[in-house]
T-cell receptor, first 114, second 112 residues
């Protein structure tokens, strides 16, 4: 597709349930990033995938969070045993390799844990 | 120290005013610089890249000062539609890859 696609766009889940968020990056973009943004707050870095390299997981807030990227394309962010503080917009972005390219965000998944 | 720091504002300016935002970055090895715009409840979108020589896109002018490690965005003749949060972004390649660092954003409201 022409842009970064995320699904679902909205997700309401009960506390304690697991959720999976999907990101389909722009074709050819080797770098993929996950961020989350709480209402009125800045972007919080979660995880970064670059090609076949080991991902940079330094931003994951707890071991309930994990992500994978299959075949260097689609990525899934999984949150286990969701808590109310996990409620946020989860944004995925992808970029071309190299310097000088900005990156493109998907429209996000709005997660609400009730 | 944060990689990128911005004044969060808010900036409230009348229509037609000129407004400027600054952003500082901590790592002198940073290589690329961008301004993103984020509307309420929307994802950030690339507004413009920032080049050493400075660059202009209509009413928007971006400047980079490598010696002082800051970048700026100037908006002339502000429009109501310019109301948004403006995010400063710095990019560098390290041994962990191509990493982007975001400021927390500067909020702008243009008032009729």
């Amino acid at each position: 597709g022409a842009g970064v696609s995320q699904s679902p766009s909205n997700k309401v889940t009960e506390k304690g349930k697991d959720v999976e968020l999907r990101c389909d990056p722009i074709s050819g973009h080797t770098a993929l990033y996950w961020y989350r943004q709480s209402l009125g707050q800045g972007l919080e870095f979660l995880i970064y995938f670059q090609g076949n390299s080991a991902p940079d997981k330094s931003g994951l807030p707890s071991d309930r969070f994990s992500a994978e990227r299959t075949g260097g394309s689609v990525s899934t962010l999984t949150i286990q045993r969701t808590q109310q503080e996990d409620s946020a917009v989860y944004l995925c972005a992808s970029s071309s390799p190299g310097i000088g390219y900005g990156y493109t965000f998907g429209s996000g998944t709005r997660l609400t844990v009730v | 120290r944060k990689e990128v720091e911005q004044d969060p504002g808010p900036f409230n300016v009348p229509e037609g005013a000129t407004v400027a935002f600054n952003c500082t970055y901590s790592n002198s090895a940073s290589q690329s610089f961008f301004w993103y715009r984020q509307d309420c409840r929307k994802e950030p979108k690339l507004l413009m890249s920032v080049y050493s020589s400075g660059n202009e896109d209509g009413r928007f002018t971006a400047q980079l000062n490598r010696a002082s490690q800051y970048i700026s965005l100037l908006i002339r003749d502000s429009k109501l539609s310019d109301s948004a949060t403006y995010l400063c972004v710095v990019n560098k390649i390290s041994n962990t890859g191509n990493q982007f660092y975001f400021g927390t954003g500067t909020s702008l409201t243009v008032i009729p």
